[in-house]
């Protein structure tokens, strides 16, 4: 559902960022292959944790997101009291 969105970013600061041409001219290489490399990783530990899940619950991590809120909303209790 990001992607849309993320597209759009990336082709509006894309535009922003041709029109600088200082900075583009030293900078351009480099941001263009850490484009590329986000991109790659990004992409990849998607196809992994998919296959994690696939594979694995996620229950244990569901319980401990509880007793962390928990924790976190008790801590605010008894620091705002």
């Not at 922003?16 to 001219?25: P, S, W, Y």
């Not at 850490?34 to 694995?56: D, N, Q, R, T």
């Not at 401990?64 to 801590?75: E, K, T």
Request: charged share 10%; aromatic share 8%; net charge neutral.
């Amino acid at each position: 559902m990001s992607i849309p969105v993320m597209l759009g970013a990336a082709c509006s600061a894309s535009m922003i960022l041709i029109r600088d041409k200082e900075l583009v001219a030293p900078e351009g290489p480099g941001l263009a292959l850490a484009f590329v490399v986000a991109a790659l990783v990004g992409f990849v530990c998607i196809k992994w944790f998919l296959a994690f899940v696939e594979k694995h619950s996620l229950i244990g991590f569901g319980v401990y997101c509880c007793a962390v809120s928990v924790l976190g909303l008790l801590a605010q209790a008894v620091g705002a009291g």
